[in-house]
Each structure stands twice: as structure tokens, then as C-alpha cells.
């Protein structure tokens, strides 16, 4: 069973920073994309960042220039930087990725099927 554990979030006032973690053992980091998604309250999931196994990456507008995403390979772990938070940057936040064996990480065309348990990230 893979588990994905996250950790890092916390309550911060507007303009900070925080770091999350995701920590995945035995990730394939050479062929697996490694992305953070976040729901606010009432709202729908809305995809945050992307990681790819080339360290290239990709955000969505509303993070550009604040969040960045970046990972660890010897300590299997994916982090997003996050600073001059805003209070809609309020949401639980997940890391997200997909299954991989010995031929690689599934397709981009298939969905993330792992889901790290979430850590809550509050600016207020």
C-alpha cells in the first residue's frame, strides 16, 4: 500500500510563508509527475502545481511567483514553498500521484490515484 504523508501545514498571517512535505518511499521520481491540489471549504478541489521527473513544473495563475514546487530524491519528498500567502490561500492541501512499477509511472492520460491525507494551511 502506498502512502503518501504529508506535513508542514499550520496557521500563518497574511504574507507569510509556509513549506509543505510529501513524503512518498520508494517514489519513482524518474518517470513520476508529483502535483498539490487544495480545497477550500464548500469549494471544489483546484489544482495547484506540478512536478515532472525532468524538474520542470507548472502552476496555476492564481500561485505564480509565490508557490514553488520542487522535490528531494533522497529523502523521497516533494515540497511546495508557499510565501506571501493570502488568505484565499486558505484550503486543505494534498500531494497527488500516480502508480508506478518497473515500466515506469502510469500514463498522464490516467488520473492521480494517490492522495496523500491532507494537511490544512490557514492565513488569516
Known amino acids: 500500500q502506498v502512502q503518501l504523508v504529508e506535513s508542514g501545514g499550520g496557521s500563518v498571517q497574511a504574507g507569510g510563508s509556509l513549506t509543505l512535505s510529501c513524503t512518498v518511499p520508494g517514489f519513482d521520481f524518474k518517470t513520476c509527475d508529483m502535483s498539490w491540489y487544495r480545497q477550500a471549504a464548500g469549494k471544489r478541489r483546484e489544482w495547484v502545481s506540478n512536478l515532472k521527473p525532468d524538474g520542470s513544473t507548472n502552476y496555476t495563475d492564481s500561485v505564480k511567483g509565490r508557490f514553488t514546487t520542487s522535490k528531494d530524491k533522497a529523502k523521497d519528498t516533494v515540497y511546495l514553498r508557499m510565501s506571501n500567502l493570502k488568505p484565499e490561500d486558505t484550503a486543505m492541501y494534498y500531494c497527488?500521484?500516480?502508480?508506478w512499477g518497473a515500466g515506469g509511472c502510469r500514463p498522464r492520460s490516467i488520473e492521480f490515484n494517490y492522495w496523500g491525507q491532507g494537511t490544512q494551511v490557514t492565513v488569516s
Open positions: 497527488a500521484a500516480r502508480s
